[in-house]
T-cell receptor, first 116, second 113 residues
Framework: AQKVTQAQTEISVVEKEDVTLDCVYE???????LFWYKQPPSGELVFLIR??????QNEISGRYSWNFQKSTSSFNFTITASQVVDSAVYFC?????????????FGSGTRLQVQP | DAGVIQSPRHEVTEMGQEVTLRCKPI?????LFWYRQTMMRGLELLIY????????DSGMPEDRFSAKMPNASFSTLKIQPSEPRDSAVYFC???????????FGQGTRLTVV
């Protein structure tokens, strides 16, 4: 079985603060993919990043960065200099490739509120 | 590309009625997924197709739910009869390959009264 845990239910920050969203996953597969999605108040799910289990390089895209550590089974997401437009629910997700269903298993999400 | 298109965006129906949700995946994508989102259970997979063939329907709650994909550009999710506990946002998503990111439609908000 696989599981994705996002322990932070809700985070509130003031604009321009940095914020890190935590994601811890469980899987017995050696090959898997990790994802982050954003769900703004309008409700759609927007893809942010995909990472495979063999690539532990951190990634930076503008104000967004991701830290993947297999040793701690974590795939954390940091927003630098947060903006009001970053307010959304963020989901971490996993697809395992060795066995079982080839579909996203989502965490419960972290609601981020950025206050002006 | 227009993205994944779902219809209707909102549906209000009475308990016992049949409800059909529709999805047009992104052209060329070979995987199609149906997810349901509720406050209590979060985002859960209902069923997914590969090349129009249902691969895993273990997430379908019960026999009242059925899904079809008659061709590569169209899928339906049907609930018959509907119940108030089916109220949720239903998302359709598609991807190119099983390793790739899935792109989601805007969802159908279903309310069963």
């Amino acid at each position: 079985a696989q599981k994705v845990t996002q322990a932070q239910t809700e985070i509130s920050v003031v604009e321009k603060e940095d914020v890190t969203l935590d994601c811890v996953y469980e899987t017995r597969d050696t090959t898997y993919y990790l994802f982050w999605y954003k769900q703004p108040p309008s409700g759609e799910l927007v893809f942010l990043i995909r990472r495979n289990s063999f690539d532990e390089q951190n990634e930076i895209s503008g104000r967004y960065s991701w830290n993947f550590q297999k040793s701690t089974s974590s795939f954390n997401f940091t927003i630098t200099a947060s903006q009001v437009v970053d307010s959304a629910v963020y989901f971490c997700a996993l697809i395992r490739m060795d066995t079982g269903r080839r579909a996203l298993t989502f965490g419960s999400g972290t609601r981020l509120q950025v206050q002006p | 590309d227009a993205g994944v298109i779902q219809s209707p965006r909102h549906e209000v129906t009475e308990m016992g009625q049949e409800v059909t949700l529709r999805c047009k995946p992104i052209s060329g994508h070979d995987y199609l997924f149906w997810y349901r989102q509720t406050m209590m259970r979060g985002l859960e997979l209902l069923i997914y197709f590969n090349n129009n063939v249902p691969i895993d329907d273990s997430g379908m709650p019960e026999d009242r739910f059925s899904a079809k994909m008659p061709n590569a550009s169209f899928s339906t999710l049907k609930i018959q009869p509907s119940e108030p506990r089916d109220s949720a946002v239903y998302f359709c998503a598609s991807s190119f390959g099983s390793r790739a990111e899935a792109f989601f439609g805007q969802g159908t908000r279903l309310t069963v009264v």
